[in-house]
């Protein structure tokens, strides 16, 4: 089973990610900010990462930047409030594989994520 860490500041959205992703994935990490997502990143090497933008700290371009100068091939999916379209488009543009927009549709998250996957990727 691929292995899934999910970042983000708010406990109930971290718990509605989890609801999501669980039957599919196993998720061996949660962060509630950017520093310990980092330093957790980097012990469990999760086959991917959803990722909150605003979080106090480190704001999640700065921890997608972070995870991503160290490896490359890191798989990160964004999961941004509304809003936030030019950092949405930046995180893109820096290597975020694909985004979802809050509130969001839980089919939404499971097709972003089962793409990441998907043996047909382009
Ligand atoms: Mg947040």
């Not at 669980?22 to 990490?29: K, Q």
């Not at 409030?81 to 694909?98: I, R, W």
């Given at each position: 089973?691929?292995?899934?860490?999910?970042?983000?500041?708010?406990?109930?959205?971290?718990?509605?990610?989890?609801?999501?992703?669980?039957?599919?994935?196993?998720?061996?990490?949660?962060?509630?900010?950017?520093?310990?997502?980092?330093?957790?990143?980097?012990?469990?090497?999760?086959?991917?990462?959803?990722?909150?933008?605003?979080?106090?700290?480190?704001?999640?371009?700065?921890?997608?930047?972070?995870?991503?100068?160290?490896?490359?091939?890191?798989?990160?999916?964004?999961v941004?409030?509304?809003?936030?379209?030019?950092?949405?488009?930046?995180?893109?543009?820096?290597?975020?594989?694909?985004?979802v927009v809050k509130p969001f549709d839980p089919?939404r998250v499971?097709?972003?994520?089962?793409?990441?996957?998907?043996?047909?990727?382009?």
């Open positions: 089973m691929k292995t899934a860490m999910i970042i983000d500041d708010a406990a109930v959205m971290r718990l509605r990610l989890r609801d999501i992703l669980e039957p599919r994935y196993e998720i061996i990490a949660e962060a509630e900010d950017g520093v310990q997502a980092l330093s957790l990143y980097n012990q469990c090497r999760p086959d991917f990462v959803t990722l909150d933008i605003t979080m106090p700290k480190i704001d999640g371009i700065a921890v997608l930047q972070g995870i991503l100068l160290n490896n490359p091939q890191a798989k990160v999916v964004i941004s409030a509304v809003g936030q379209k030019q950092t949405v488009f930046k995180a893109l543009s820096l290597g975020a594989k694909d985004f089919e499971r097709t972003a994520v089962d793409r990441l996957f998907a043996k047909t990727l382009t």
